[in-house]
Nanobody, 128 residues
Framework: QVQLVESGGGLLQAGGSLRLSCAAS????????MGWFRRAPGKEREFVAA????????SKADSVKGRFIISRDNAKNTVYLQMNSLKPEDTAVYYC?????????????????????WGQGTQVTVSS
């Protein structure tokens, strides 16, 4: 089992940058595929980005490509989401998640159902 705690959220103006962190404790962090999701007010939870166990493979939603970067530091048991050129539509609660299962199915880790553990979320608010 793994416990996840997000941090780094806040309130900022459009065009700004923010880095979210997700610290993991418990079973070996490097054995988990990690993802970031978000839920905007009145909307369904949506996939943002995911990163493989070694960090060699990443995927991102089209809405954040070119603006967001996902990375991880297995020595620090932490996954990051660097968010640049933020827009008001990026306003949401951001969650990190950990997936224990392995899959080579394309798009598998973009689905919330692939993940076994979730953090409590951190609020990001972008004003226009």
């Amino acid at each position: 089992q793994v416990q996840l705690v997000e941090s780094g959220g806040g309130l900022l103006q459009a065009g700004g940058s923010l880095r979210l962190s997700c610290a993991a404790s418990g079973r070996a962090f490097s054995s988990y595929y990690m993802g970031w999701f978000r839920r905007a007010p009145g909307k369904e939870r949506e996939f943002v980005a995911a990163i493989s166990r070694t960090g060699s493979t990443t995927s991102k939603a089209d809405s954040v490509k070119g603006r967001f970067i996902i990375s991880r530091d297995n020595a620090k048991n932490t996954v990051y989401l660097q968010m640049n050129s933020l827009k008001p539509e990026d306003t949401a609660v951001y969650y990190c998640a950990a997936a224990a299962r392995s899959s080579y199915v394309s798009g598998y880790y973009t689905a919330a159902g692939a993940y076994d553990y979730w953090g409590q979320g951190t609020q990001v608010t972008v004003s226009s």
